[in-house]
């Protein structure tokens, strides 16, 4: 099987694989997806038609948790060889979900996967009372807070990204946005396959982040933040040094430039995101801002850090339904609430969503919230 | 099988705050894309071309933007891409674009000629049906399915209230395609992108035989006087009762209205 003029073997060292099965033995949807990593490394391997790839609709219930990735002993990385048959069915324009075909077209239309329109990105900064600069108005600032397509649209996550002008306020850190001119990072893009797409989007973003001279910047999203940080960089000059707003605030509590003073007196845990933590190793910074919120019991679900389970919203999952039986969200929910966790705290709008949904459909609204880190942060100022 | 397949680009109006400038919309700020009738015609043409083999030319009347929207056809199977454009052009009316298209398929080699049945913007429904009439050629609109064989199209065509009419006509003819005949197939940005290499013969008034009084306004049969937003009022009537006579004050209403 080929890709882009070499074989799959070639250019995922497929050869190296011994078929130990520890990646379909990690991964998040195994227990009710036909998906068999494993599998896919020998079918890749041994195929020499990737007409096979064509009855793999099992392709698209991967989440890129990257939990296969992480295990591997032999170094290799199943996820991408997934994201790569994805590809093909891409490029076919065949076995693709209609729901990914049209977030995908979104993006090129509108610069966001949600199809909403780019005018109407910076809604969620109306009826708001705090001041937020606008770079492509003239401003200037030493910091680019990269919003992100879900915080800019969604109407659970826009409360998110008023937390983090909240917090980001009270802290008086310069910084501004890209407004309306911002676009989406690309990270699902190429989760989903679309690898053409994605390099049309860095190649507009790295153009854009160099008309507006972008030195630092900082993300609400782990998606964003694992894109510009990891992926960019293999398709143009990435000028610019970029954190996770849990990476950044653990640097402004260090300089006690956060004054934290409402208690919250809640029992909090938190949901380790994939993109964050298993793609990133970040695991302590979260932790270490939570600990500055005062008033908080912190307790740790048995499957933390690495081990945490995937909420199943990465990998194009936010616009696809997946594969039936449980959603591993709810049995997330079901982890926190067996701590006695009264809020899960998440880093991630993906997160947020799933976990939401999940405490709804698990039957725990009323007992559990879900809160991004930011939101916290918010009510304790 | 050799199939024309006729497409317009379009602005994406759906979350457009509509402001009436002159005669047509303020279109800056909205997203083009394909008259999503189109599309379903370019994908049911290349679903032909994979079952019978034969060539697509996509066709378009519109300035250079218009290329993405042909670029797009070629992307997604079809074998060559022709655009017509001369500013004397703009202000045409539906008539005039059939007259323009016919003018220039006349010289093609075609055996089935597919379009829209409708544009996402001016939504009037003329040109396969005058373009079929220009070129002396049957044609059928609405179309939800399409069948060929022997040298003839077995179409099904989608009436009101869930009716289908079942036609067989003789090719060549114009077919003016429905959405939800097919499903159309993603089209990969590296995909747009390879098609973007192969060129799209430009075609002026000269090249099709017509002059600049053929066309635009002073070529049309209708010109467009005002484009003016509706009122917003709003009109609300509780219709009180248990069901059963709330059905029967409900159903009086209707009749009223004519539309029982």
Known sequence: MEIGGETFAQ?????????????????????????NVRRMMREALIRESSDVVLTMKELWDCTTCGTCTSRCPRGL?????????????????????????????????????????????????????????????????????????????????????RAFVRVFNAAGVDYGILGTEESCCGSEMHAMGE??????????NLELFNEFEITKMVTISPHCYNAFSNKYSEYGDVNFEVKHYTQFLVDLIDEDRLKLTKELGKVVTYHDPCYLGKHNSIFDEPRKVLEAIPGITFVEMDRS???????????????????????????????????????????CPFCMLTLEDAVKTAGYEGQIEVKDILELLSESL | ????????????????????????????????EINEWDNYAVEEAVQLKEKFGGTITVIS????????????????????????????????????????????IKNMKYDLILTGAQAGDLGEGIVPVALAEMLGIPHATLVTGLEIQDGKAKVKRELEGGLMEVLEIDLPAVIGIQTGINEPRYVSIMGIRKASKKEIKLLGLDDIGLTPEDVGEAGSLTVLE??????????????????????????????????L
């Open chain 2, 1 to 32: 099988m050799d199939i024309i397949v006729c497409v317009k680009r379009v602005p994406d109006t759906s979350e457009a705050d509509v402001v009436i400038t002159g005669k047509d919309i303020k279109k800056d700020d909205l997203p083009f």
């Open chain 1, 77 to 161: 990385d199943p996820a991408e060889v997934i994201i790569a048959m994805r590809g093909i069915l891409i490029e076919e324009g065949r076995g693709v979900p209609k729901t990914i075909m049209e977030a995908l077209e979104s993006t090129v239309k509108n610069g966001n996967p949600w199809g909403r329109s780019r005018m109407k990105r910076t809604e969620w900064l109306q009826d708001f009372d705090q001041e937020v600069k606008d770079l492509t108005d003239g401003k200037s600032a030493e910091l680019l807070a990269f919003i992100g397509c879900t915080p800019s649209y969604d109407p659970r996550v826009q409360e998110v990204a």
């Open chain 2, 61 to 104: 009347v519109g300035d250079e933007d218009a290329n993405e929207v042909i670029r797009r056809g070629l992307a997604m199977g079809a074998d060559e891409g022709v655009r017509i454009y001369d500013p004397a052009i703009e202000g045409s009316d539906g008539v005039t674009i059939a007259k323009i298209l016919a003018a220039a």
């Open chain 2, 226 to 259: 005002e484009l003016s937003i509706p009122p917003v009022t709003k009109v609300a009537e509780i219709i009180e009762g248990d069901p059963a006579e709330a059905a029967s004050k409900l159903a009086e209403i209707l009749k009223e209205q004519g539309v």
């Open chain 1, 11 to 35: 250019k995922f060292d497929l050869f190296t694989c011994m078929q130990c099965g520890k990646c379909t033995g990690g991964c998040t949807v195994s227990l009710k997806s036909p998906l």
């Open chain 1, 195 to 204: 690898e053409g797409l994605f390099e049309m989007l860095v190649e507009e």
């Open chain 1, 305 to 347: 850090r690495e081990r945490s389970l995937c909420c199943e919203g990465g990998g194009g999952m936010m616009w696809n339904e997946g594969a039936e039986g449980e959603r591993t969200a709810v049995v997330r929910v079901r982890d926190a609430a067996e701590q006695g966790a009264e809020i899960i705290a998440v880093a």
